[in-house]
Structures are given as C-alpha cells and as structure tokens.
C-alpha cells in the first residue's frame, strides 16, 4: 500500500468590518431591502468613479502587519475583467500586481508540534452583489447591497498537510483578524470564505501532484469533510492509474460529495491591468507606524494580562481569550463588577454548557456584560441564591434579560426570613423522621436529603447556607 | 438694430443678459430658433432639451435679477457632448446601447456650469462612445460641418464643435482623448481646449479611456474658453484622478503680451503627410506670434511616430473594460429573443454596438490577454512614459509648443470610415498631448482654398495652461473670428 502526502493552500476570503463600502460611501450593513445601500458607483452606473476607503488599507496593513508581512509601500488596484450579473461593471477592482502584503506567516501549533504556514500575499478587492432566482416570475434578480463591501484575500503557501492544520491555521488567523478588530470572520455569514487548493502525492515524490481548487465550504467542519473527500477522491484516482485534472470543484456538504466546477482548460482570462480611475496607494513609514501602534492588544498579551492583571488561572484565560467576543464580555463585565474570577466561572462553566447544548459560536453571544455584572452583584448581596443564579443566567444567555427586574418579577428573591425557614424545616423533620435517625446515627448524607427536601418544598429560593446552619441546630 | 444674440460670443451674450439688455428666456428661444433652422441639416445635437431648458431660463432669470447668480456664464445656453451624464435626460454616447439611457445623477462639470447659471439646451451628438476623429461612427447618423455640409466637422466632440460654428449654442463642453475637441473645433473654425488632465473633474463623464479623457470646452474664442474652464474646473473628491491645482484661476492670462515668450515648433510636426496649405497657415501664425515678440524657433520632438501606436493600445485597453458594463442587464438597450444570460450578453452587444466600437474593443482585449500583455500593454505604457520625458525635456526650453491641430482640413463624409488607419492617422498632434496629461488649444489660424478652417494647435507644460492662453489670445488679435455661413455651406 502506498503512501500519500497531502498538500494544501488556502485561499482566504474575509469581509472587514468598515461601515461603508471600499469604493464608495454605501453602508456595509447586513441584511436591509434589496438595493437599499446602492449608489451609482456600487451599481457601475456610467461615469461612476471609485474613491478608496482608507479604513480597507488600514485594515489590511493591519492584518498583514499581525501575519508578519512586507508592506509594499507603494501598492495598486488592478482590474480583473469578466462578465456575470453580480459584478456590475463587468470587472472586479481588485490587486493582482502590486498587492498591499506579500510575504508572511503565522505559527500554528497541532499537539504540540510547532509549524509556520507561510502567507504569500494578502489583497484587497471588492466583494460582488447577491443574484436571485425568482422562481415565480421565472427570471434572476440582482441585489446590490453586497456589491463593493471590502474583502481581503489572503493566500497561504501549499504549507499545510492535513486537516488539523487546515483548521488550526484557519483558527488562529480568524482569532487575529477578530483582535484586530478587522473583521468578525462568520463563516456561515460569509463573512470569512476558504477555498481549499489541494494535491495529493506519494510519499517521497519530488513534485506536488496536480491540484484541484474546493469552494463553498462555510464550516471548519466542512473545510474538514471536504479535505478527507477530496484527498480521497484524488488517491482514488491515481490509485485506478487515472490523472487528476486541474479544475475548480463545489463541496456539496450534505451529500459529502464534490462537483467539478471549471476545469483549467475553461478557465478565464481575466485580462487584468492597472486600474486607471485609482491612483497608487502610497504608504509612508509614518503611516504604518501609526496603525502598528494602534494595534489592539492581540491574544497572547491578553492572556498574559489575565493572567498578571486578574489573578485568574492560566487555564481560565486560555479558554476566554480563545474567542474575542468572549474575551470583550469578560473585560466589560469585570469592568463593572471587579470580580474577574465570579465572571471568569460564569463564562468558563454556564456559558460554555450552553454554547455547546445550543450549537453556536462563542462570537455568536449576544448577552449585554452588564446583565451578568447585576446577576453576580444578585448573588454577592444574597438577593438569589446559586441555584436560582443559574436559572436566571439561562434567561440572560437566550434572552439577555435585566436579571433584576427578572428576579422580582418571578419572585425568585433568596428566603433569608428565619421564621420562614425554621417553620419549613421543622415541617421536614417531621415528615422524614428515618432520616433524621440516620443523621442521628452518624449517617452525614442524610443531612443533604433533608436540605434537598426544604430547598424543594421553598422553590429552590432558601438561603442554603441559613438552611444547613439551622437543620443542624433543630436536630 | 436688432442684434443676432447666438453670433455673439458666450461672454458677450453674458454681458446683455446681466445689463438686462437681454432676458435668458430670449436668449434660450434664440439658441432654439437656430437649432430649428439648421439642425436637421446639420444634425448637431441628439437631445434638444427644449422644455427644460425655457423652464430653468426662467428659474436662471430670477436668480439674476435677486442678484444671486452673478457669473459671466449666466444664463448663456450651452450645449454638451452627450458622453455626459445629466440626470433625467436622455445621455446616450451616440450608441444603440444607451438609446434609452437617462442617468440618476448630472456630470460634475456640468453641476459646475449649471451651479454658474448656465442653460443646458440640449446632447451634441459625438462618435460613438468618443471613438472616432469624424462623429460619422454615431448612430444617430454623422454630423455635417457647418462650413461645408459635405465634410465631416471632425470628432469625437463634433456635434459640440459644429453646434458653436452653426451658432446653436454659445458654447459647448466636449471631451477629449486623443484630440476629441481640438480636431473638431479645428474642422469647425472654433476654438477648443483640453486642460491639464486632472483638471476637470471626470465623474459622471462616460468613461472611453480613463487615464486619457479630460472634458474641456469648446467656444467662439480664447476668452470664452478660459471663462468656461474656470467655471468647470474644480477638485472633486469624487474622482480620484482630480487633482487639486494651486490656483483656479485662468483668465487673467488673457493679456495681448507674449514678448519674450518662448515658442517651439516640432520639426517633426512640420514633415510629410502635412497638407502644404496647413502648414503655411500655421507658419504664419508663428510668424504673427514672432512679430509680437514672442522668441520662436524649431526644434526635434522626437518618438512622434510612436504615439499613435501607443495611443491604440491604451485607450482601447481602458475601453475595453469600461464598456463591459453595457451588457442588458442593469441599464440601456437589452435584445430580445435570447437564449439564457451567454445569449443575452452576446446578443445585446452585438446589436448595440458599432464597428468602430466593437474593432476597439477587441483590440483592448486582445492586448490585454494573457501572452500578450507585456508585448502590448506595458511596451504602450513604457512608450507613454518616454513620450512624457520628450515633452518634459521640450518644456525645459520653451513656454509653448506650436504645431498643427490636424495634418489637413476636414475631409468629406464618407472618406474616412472606409479606412480607419487613415483616420487615426490624422491624430498625430492631437494624441502625444492625451498621453502626456499636456494641456492644447485649437484656435483658428486661417481657411484652406476649400474655404474650409484651418486649427493652430498651442501645447503647454502641465498645469500651465495661462502659457497657451496667453498666446492664444494675443494670436487672436491678429484675426477676427470668421464666422461661418451657413447658407454658404451647401454645394
């Protein structure tokens, strides 16, 4: 049996978070009626003229200065011709030969084993707009909404060898891009895209095999089904004596199954040249000076400062910088309450439980950090007790629910009325009598049957601490 | 005496309006009437705007009279090239494509001249999409030179050039790429200018080739184009090839004083292919210049003969792109009786562009393909580079440089579509200026034995526009501006 090696490169598409278009002053807003956020120069209206949005550059130098990459300090848009319906001039400004960021790299560590993917370029170019298939009036539709939002691409060396490469690489520069604050990287938004180039080849070979290029993967889970289907797919067919032909290919990810798309024979000439209506981009020490300061703090200094600043265990910060928006939670709330080890426990252990049982994304959270901040403040002035804490917490990850008016509106208030709960208590030694004797009779987990019994017959509202203290003092 | 309102010149006709001697509304009817009389013959304009236009005279009037619009251009009818956007009305670059294109938003220069109270009385027809040097390529049917109705009046901006000769307007803007409104305004005995490119803001003039067009007016004489270029001139943010000049200001330069001024003459300008008749009309015009004061000599340009080739590749690479957009899909002509989108785009193309268009377009893309880039493309782009140090190393000498707008005078109708070498040839002045950013100036120096006119072209270092204006204004004194006669004009 033979032994094949994989090969991949990625290709990386990212939307950045500018609030207008790269071309033009158009909000990037998600979602709004069709054709809402369209001027004349995102719909390519005759005689329409891009402007550059310095915020792209800064986004890009950005990214690339956090990937180790050369700046070309003096860079350009080129545009690359083809005819489709989303792409309202029929070209695409985008940058093929002066690139803003060429060669960088970032480290990934897969168990343990340390590895640098090499980046060979980032670029800037304008995203397309949405085509839609009206099936009653039997025609297509175009919505310009999208059309000149600002992508970058970032494109890998064929550095990687697996999945768990793929996928680590991918992780780590996603956890970049959202510390720069350049983008929130959503794979099923698509606001984060990877194609998969991928070739497979024996063992020893001194050539990489012919490559195929894998697109619509809008889930790491995907991007990992895809890189098994394919690398598969290719052994299968050297395996048969057959040749694997250079052609793009769609990942159908329900059937696990991919389609070839274009083969390279079929392929476009684009006809890329210098666009004439920008003129070069041209960035002066200073100015990449000033976004290299302005670099928030990235992972790794998070962590150390959780560590170092809060007090909080190495373990803790690890997992809440592994998301930025948990990350930004944490800080915001701790901010508030100045408890960071009561709000690291709330994101480390509830909110995990819950991100895991709902199936979402840590950067999907949508609580407000200052209803977490009341729900420890609740806990700390013994208003709830933990119990009725993490109920009221579950209503806050879904709902994001003022826990204050929550509490008082269900009556979830902590019983610290010692009348109350003595009159309780007595009522549960009496009705449990063989416990009590088993207490009696050195049995010490009676004790916690018969604290269960009051919290229950109190909905779960006593003050367990008062509970404990007084069934020992009535027994 | 009942005075002609459309044989005075736009600043002229400023005047009477601001004294009140002259109402706007007059002055509109009158551009009309003219426009009645002559265009049907002449075919000058695509769109008369003849509603809209006796309504904004109104509007325009009383904004004169509360004092709010004061400039010199107020109330003058002008008339614009239709690769113009003007919003609401119909904007069609002389092509089947955009018969039926009204844009959503007006031009920047014409914002401009409108904001200065100038009346847009109507889209001067042009080659189509700028490409042609005759305004025989349209398809609204060729233009006719006022001169003589069996001429050409020149192109791309010919429907511009003829409408100021014929007296249908008082002015007009063109646009030029390769010598699109100074050939005309030569063929049509009216004077035309290209400035600096970056000037005049480009947004909303309908692209041909980027890095080349630059929109520019043509007139009556010097004085009203610098008027004219200083009323549309302006930095637009919105264009990113504006470029924001030291100072505005252009018609202080007209001043009858060129001693001292330093003229050069191309000696490669003066060689074969230069009608003789041409060349003594512009040798005199030095000559006038000389016995003014000006300091002229002759000198070797240089690479004069790479500009055209280098002129083809580049514009029709540019255009070949930015005509993509014309597709059916979003705007403009759609064919019917297609077959899924490939169809579609096939067919509307096909159907709605002409020869010269789609000859250009291939051209574009087969120099901009893959294998073929850097043998075409880039050696064109390197070709520009060197002609702009030829330039740059001219203008270390001279303040202007004098030659010929055109090798000869207009030619007939229908003797240049059949040979389109030909006709690119007769942009050897004209183009060397686009593709160096240069500004020029065509002001009439004299008629042929045809009695057709003769252009004298004044090219000047960039941003230096006051040179050539200076010489052209203190030529111009020397003549009388010779005024067309139409009823002449048919044999």
């Given amino acids: ?475 | 005496m009942t005075v002609n309102l459309m044989s005075l010149t736009a600043v002229e006709l400023g005047k009477k309006i601001k004294a009140k001697e002259v109402t706007v509304v007059e002055a509109t009817k009158a551009a009309l009437a003219q426009i009645k009389a002559n265009d049907k013959e002449l075919n000058c304009f695509v769109t008369v705007n003849e509603e809209a236009a006796l309504i904004r005279a109104e509007e325009v009037q009383k904004r004169i009279d509360d004092g709010t619009l004061t400039g010199p251009l107020a109330g003058v009818p002008v008339a614009i090239k239709d690769n113009m956007c003007t919003k609401g009305i119909l904007t069609t670059c002389s092509s089947k494509i955009l018969g039926n294109f009204k844009p959503i938003y007006t031009a920047e220069a014409v914002i401009n001249l409108e904001n200065a109270g100038a009346v847009i009385i109507g889209k001067t027809n042009m080659d189509e999409f700028a490409m042609g040097s005759t305004t025989e390529t349209s398809i609204f049917g060729a233009t006719k030179n006022p001169w003589n109705t069996a001429h050409v009046p020149g192109g791309s901006s010919g429907g511009s050039a003829a409408a100021v000769a014929a007296e249908e307007c008082s002015c007009a803007l063109g646009s030029d790429t390769g010598g699109s409104i100074r050939q005309p305004s030569s063929f049509c005995g009216v004077t035309g200018m290209k400035p600096t490119y970056g000037t005049i803001s480009r947004y909303g003039l309908i692209a041909y080739g980027s890095s080349l067009d630059q929109i520019g007016p043509i007139a009556k004489d010097v004085t009203d184009c610098a008027t004219i270029l200083e009323i549309i001139a302006s930095y637009d943010t919105k264009d990113s090839t504006s470029v924001k000049r030291e100072e505005y200001d252009f018609t202080s330069a007209l001043v009858d004083d060129v001693k001292g001024l330093k003229i050069g003459i191309p000696r490669d300008y003066l060689t074969k292919g230069l009608d003789p008749e041409v060349k003594t009309s512009i040798l005199n015009a030095a000559k006038a210049l000389e016995a003014k004061g000006a300091i002229v000599e002759e000198f070797d340009l240089s690479l004069v003969q790479y500009a055209i080739p280098a002129y083809y590749i580049i514009a029709s690479a540019e255009a070949s792109s930015n005509l993509a957009r014309f597709d059916g899909v979003k705007f403009g002509f759609r064919a019917k009786d297609f077959d899924g989108l490939h169809s579609m785009y096939k067919k509307t193309r096909s159907q709605g562009f002409g020869a010269e268009v789609k000859r250009r377009i291939m051209l574009g893309s087969f120099v901009l393909s893959s294998g073929y880039y850097d043998a075409y493309y880039i050696k064109a782009l390197k070709t520009k580079a060197l002609i702009k140090k030829a330039f740059d190393k001219a203008f270390e000498k001279y303040d202007v440089i004098l030659g010929p707008t055109a090798p000869t005078t207009a030619p007939k109708l229908g003797e240049s579509l059949s040979d389109p070498i030909k006709m690119y040839l007769g942009d050897i002045y004209t183009i060397s200026v686009n593709l160096a950013g240069l500004p020029g100036i065509s002001v009439p120096c004299g008629n042929d034995s045809k009695g057709l006119p003769i252009g004298l072209q004044l090219i000047g270092d960039c941003f230096q526009e006051k040179n050539i204006i200076k010489a052209a204004y203190a030529f111009e004194q020397t003549k009388k501006y010779d005024r067309c006669n139409i009823a002449k004009s048919r044999d």
């Avoid at chain 1, 175009?142 to 494109?155: A, K, T």
Wanted: glycine share 6%; charged share 30%.
């Fill in chain 1, 1 to 475: 049996m033979k032994q094949y090696e994989t090969v991949i490169g990625l290709e990386v598409h990212v939307e950045l978070a500018t609030k207008t278009k790269i071309f033009c002053s158009c909000s990037t807003a998600f979602g709004g009626s069709p054709n809402t956020h369209t001027c004349p120069v995102c719909t390519g209206m005759p005689g329409s003229l891009p402007v550059l949005n310095k915020q792209v550059v800064e986004y890009a130098m950005a990214v690339g200065l956090a990937t180790n990459c050369t700046i070309t300090q003096n860079c350009k848009f080129d545009r690359k011709n083809y005819f489709y319906p989303d792409n309202p001039q029929n070209y695409q400004i985008s940058q093929l030969y002066f690139p803003i960021c060429r060669d960088g790299g970032i480290e990934i560590d897969v168990n343990g084993t340390k590895k640098t993917i090499r980046i060979h370029e980032i670029h800037m170019e304008e995203d397309a707009g949405k085509l839609m298939h009206d099936e009653w009036e039997d025609c297509s539709l175009v919505d310009f909404n999208r059309s000149g939002v600002p992508l970058i691409e970032i494109v890998s060396e064929p550095d990687m060898r697996s999945s768990d490469e793929v996928i680590t690489y991918l992780e780590k520069l996603r956890l970049i891009i959202q510390y720069l604050g350049a983008s929130d990287c959503k794979l099923q938004e698509g606001s984060m895209r990877a194609d998969v180039n991928l070739s497979v080849n024996e063992v020893g070979a001194s050539e990489f095999g012919t490559r195929t290029e894998m697109k619509n993967l809008n889930s790491f889970k995907a991007i990992a089904r895809a890189i098994q289907g394919e690398r598969a797919r290719q052994i299968e067919l050297i395996e048969d004596g057959k040749t694997v032909t250079q052609e793009t290919r769609r990942w159908d990810d329900n059937k696990e199954y991919s389609y070839a798309m274009r083969s390279k024979e079929d392929a476009q000439d684009y006809r890329y040249f210098p666009e004439p209506d920008l003129v070069p981009i041209v960035i002066s020490d200073e100015w990449m000076a000033k976004v290299k300061t302005e670099q928030p703090e990235l992972r790794d200094e998070k962590r150390y400062r959780y560590k170092t600043e809060y007090d909080i265990p190495e373990y803790d910060a690890d997992i809440i910088t592994s998301s930025k928006k948990m990350a930004d939670i944490f800080e915001a709330t701790v901010a508030i309450c100045k408890q960071p080890k009561k709000v690291s426990n709330w994101l480390m252990v509830e909110t995990m439980r819950l991100i895991k049982e709902k199936e979402i994304e840590p950067e999907d959270i949508s609580f407000s950090p200052q209803n977490l901040a009341k729900l420890i403040q609740l806990v700390e002035a013994g208003t709830i007790n933990g119990g009725v804490a993490k109920e009221v917490f579950e209503q806050i990850f879904t709902n994001n629910i003022d826990p204050e008016k929550y509490v008082k509106e269900k009556g979830l208030n902590q019983v610290n009325d010692e009348g109350a709960l003595r009159a309780t208590i007595e009522q549960i030694i009496s009705e449990n009598p063989q416990s009590v004797e088993d207490y009696k009779n050195g049995k010490d987990k009676a004790i916690g049957f018969l604290v269960g019994q009051t919290m229950k017959a109190m909905k779960g509202k006593a003050n367990p601490g008062m509970v404990n203290q007084l069934l020992k003092e009535l027994l």
